[in-house]
């Protein structure tokens, strides 16, 4: 029992020394008995005192409020995402490239966890806000379940605003117990850790969260104002803020300490309790990171130098199809169940039969995989020396699993061209609520799948009419899912037109075509003719003919989605108006706007975007601290404008920006 606020005091400053003795040193200093004990006494006197409760109280770190959905929250500095190199002779020409200009530089290597990017926000030494990567500049709050995590600090000693970035992790043995509790209640199971981390961190409710063992590893430090020129010394710092120090981070003072740090982390890779899947290579210099700067996508200054695919071998125990949206019948290779790297694999695309007939697989070989990072694991070879007589040959199908019909052989593809084919129709369906597309929340493929089968909906158009009555009558669903699946249905009225046409899932038009075709014809698309089609830059003859053909094909359909979702089309600028029409432009220094959104309006007006200054630019817009860009720009006579002059002609052209 504790007597007073003092004793409450020293009691919460001793339970933080146990606890990060034993979450982030991994040096236990104290027994799980006393830890719970003194945990339970701080409990007590914080309910019998509510109003002396300390925030960085332990007892704090699990919350009570279960959320509805994740706000958006902006990072105070881009997370950038790194170039990946996958073999040593591209990583030379990568140090190379830096050598170049900037001979003799020294790189800090740490390892690249395989978890979820998390960016801690701190001021007043006080955690804000935890936030994960989204696209980069911006993410999903993700504050109260951060707090959950032990070896995040709830109160760190520096005070000023820091940006702390790292890793949320789960360490295989405990991805294990998470799976084997989800076979007990009949859940799915994670994929593989890095899965299990991004699912454990994303739970409304906190208490989920808490109980998922995750762990952050710090990698790096967004927006700060500490002087530092060194990136190893400036990332050393936070330990003392009490974080987990980053394992195995190495200053490498040229390609051959690069190479071996490397080969040890190669090394270590299956016997480590984290998964790693690569090395990050980062100039140590800070000065220099600022000089070098960044591309569109990724800083130039670093990279991940990725780790060897693994391979393992299994054996094919059958091959079954899958009618996909276009009608496509892929051929799925059902494996002897293999582990690779954490993930339980027993099923791999074989693409099509051409790929199955040049790799000469036959059923009941044993083949060699591989699966590296996220990719869909891949099938390489059979191992032929292993054959025994029992193999059998893949025969292609004449007709549709599915529907029956029979198949069109075109080219290497075999396709099912019942436009109602219930796999097909299923898959569009699932195509328009996925991510990629128009992301509806609630409508994954078994809910699809669910829908379909009961007859609620028959195709895309028959998820706006959905009723709430008919979901409440089927199994596993209660008003707030089916509110929730009405509402996000709902929440696609209005979507810009570009992500309409591509959730569509028309063949060969992609995100890039379809925001072509809305900023090109508005909602006349499906009126276009031919020569229309195949003016726009980049469209042929497929592209041209594959448009026209679903119009045709799903006219009606086309009608009333327009009709029911109102998508926004943009106006349809005319750019040979446009200063920026047909002028070769280069960007340079900082911008006050992201650069690709820069890009996008001008590659909308009709210019031509570069990287390098040369003499056929007509135009460099520069930003702050713009350098040898810009005086090669004014040496070569180059028209030069800055923002400002850039913002004014926007405007002049009447354009919001
Ligand atoms: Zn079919």
Not at 63 to 87: A, N, P
Not at 298 to 309: E, G, L, N, Q
Request: charged content about 25%; aromatic content about 8%; hydrophobic content about 35%.
């Amino acid at each position: 029992m504790l007597k007073n606020f003092e004793d409450y005091q020293n009691s919460i400053a001793l339970l933080k020394k146990m606890a990060y003795h034993y979450y982030v040193l991994d040096d236990p200093i104290a027994t799980d008995e006393e830890y719970d004990k003194l945990y339970h006494q701080i409990k007590s006197y914080e309910e019998i005192n509510p109003n002396e409760i300390i925030p960085s109280s332990p007892t704090q770190r699990v919350g009570d409020t279960v959320l509805t959905s994740f706000q958006k929250h902006k990072h105070l500095e881009r997370m950038w995402s790194l170039d990946d190199i996958f073999d040593p002779q591209k990583l030379q020409e990568w140090i190379k490239r830096i050598y170049k200009n900037y001979p003799g530089m020294a790189f800090t290597c740490s390892p690249k966890f395989d978890g979820v990017s998390l960016n801690l926000y701190y001021e007043n030494g006080i955690l804000q806000s935890a936030a994960t990567r989204g696209d980069g500049i911006e993410g999903e709050l993700v504050t109260q379940n951060a707090k959950t995590i032990q070896s995040i600090p709830l109160e760190i000693p520096y005070k000023e605003g820091i940006e702390i970035r790292g890793e949320i992790v789960i360490a295989r043995d405990d991805f294990e117990k998470i799976n084997q509790e989800r076979i007990k209640t009949g859940e799915n199971l994670f994929a593989n850790p890095r899965n299990a981390a991004a699912g454990s961190l994303r739970q409304l409710d906190p208490k989920i969260t808490a109980k998922r063992r995750l762990k952050f590893i710090p990698w790096g430090i967004g927006k700060h104002n500490i002087e530092n020129g060194s990136f190893l010394e400036l990332i050393n710092k936070i330990p003392q803020y009490g974080f987990h120090p980053t394992p195995f981070i190495t200053y490498c003072k040229n390609a051959e300490e690069i190479g071996a740090i490397y080969e040890h982390l190669v090394s270590i890779r299956h016997t480590y309790p984290i998964m790693l899947d690569g090395m990050v290579i980062i100039i140590d210099s800070i000065e220099v990171q600022k000089k070098l700067g960044y591309t569109i996508k990724s800083p130039r200054f670093a990279c991940a130098y990725k780790f060897p695919a693994i391979e393992k071998s299994s054996k094919i125990l059958s091959v079954t199809t899958q009618v996909g949206r276009t009608g496509v019948i892929t051929p799925v290779a059902e494996l002897e169940p293999v582990e690779i790297e954490g993930a339980i694999i027993s099923r791999a695309t074989l693409h099509n039969y051409s790929e199955i007939e040049k790799k000469d697989i036959k059923i009941k070989d044993t083949v060699i995989i591989i699966r590296s990072g996220d990719v869909i694991p891949k099938i390489i070879k059979p191992i032929t020396a292993l054959r025994d007589g029992t193999q059998i040959n893949i025969i292609k199908p004449t007709h549709c699993p599915v529907c029956g019909s029979e198949l069109l052989i075109e080219d290497i593809f075999i396709r099912c061209q019942n436009l109602s084919c219930k796999a097909r129709v299923k898959e569009s369906i699932f195509y328009f609520a996925s991510k990629k597309a128009l992301n509806i929340e609630g409508l994954g493929e078994k809910i699809v799948d669910q829908l379909f089968e009961n007859q609620i909906i028959s195709n895309i158009l028959d998820l706006y009419s959905i009723r709430i009555e008919e979901l409440l009558k089927l199994e596993g669903w209660q008003e707030k899912k089916a509110q929730n699946l009405i509402k996000s249905i709902k929440n696609t009225k209005n979507i810009p037109l570009w992500r309409l046409l591509n959730a569509l899932g028309i063949e060969h038009i992609g995100e890039g075509a379809s925001k072509k075709l809305a900023s090109s014809f508005g909602l006349e698309v499906f009126k276009k003719k031919y020569n229309d089609l195949i003016s726009i830059d980049g469209f042929g003859n497929e592209m041209a003919f594959s448009i026209i053909d679903f119009g045709i094909v799903n006219k009606d359909l086309i009608e009333k989605l327009f009709e029911i979702i109102e998508p926004q089309a943009p106006e349809i600028k005319n750019t040979q108006d446009s200063f920026f029409n047909a002028k070769t432009i280069v960007l340079t220094g900082t911008l006050s706007k992201p650069r690709e959104k820069i890009i996008e309006l001008l590659e909308s007006l009709g210019a031509k975007m570069t990287s390098s200054v040369s003499k056929n630019t007509n135009i460099i817009i520069y930003g702050e601290n713009a350098g040898s860009k810009l005086q090669k720009a004014e040496e070569l006579g180059i028209e030069s404008i800055n923002e400002e002059q850039f913002q004014k002609i926007l405007e002049s052209e009447k354009i919001n920006f």
